[in-house]
Nanobody, 125 residues
Framework: QVHVVESGGGLVQAGGSLRLSCAASGRTGVTFAMGWFRQARGKEREFVARISWNGANTYYADSAKGRFTISRANAKNTVYLQMNSLKPEDTAVYYC??????????????????WGQGTQVTVSS
């Protein structure tokens, strides 16, 4: 059983920063590709960022490029999302996901196998 747990959400003013953390556990000897998605109220869940299992490759949604940075601890299933210059439209529940079987580089929900419960990020104007 793989468990994915996010932390670090909260309330921040527009222009501020937050750092989300995520840890996946339950699979010995496997390093997952990991990613972040978000879902705003009344909207579908959307891709934010993805990082390969070894950290060599990162992928971002256009909305995240230049403001968000995904990174991971070496050889560990721990990933971070540094979010800078936050905007009210970034308000959403942010979900961390881990990919064990999905295709490399996928930015779709189907490309990830395990999901966390989500952490709320609220950006006030």
């Amino acid at each position: 059983q793989v468990h994915v747990v996010e932390s670090g959400g909260g309330l921040v003013q527009a222009g501020g920063s937050l750092r989300l953390s995520c840890a996946a556990s339950g699979r010995t000897g496997v390093t997952f590709a990991m990613g972040w998605f978000r879902q705003a109220r009344g909207k579908e869940r959307e891709f934010v960022a993805r990082i390969s299992w070894n950290g060599a490759n990162t992928y971002y949604a256009d909305s995240a490029k230049g403001r968000f940075t995904i990174s991971r601890a070496n050889a560990k299933n721990t990933v971070y999302l540094q979010m800078n210059s936050l905007k009210p439209e970034d308000t959403a529940v942010y979900y961390c996901a881990a990919a064990e079987y999905g295709p490399p580089g996928s930015s779709t929900e189907a490309g990830f196998d395990y999901w966390g419960q989500g952490t709320q990020v609220t950006v006030s104007s």
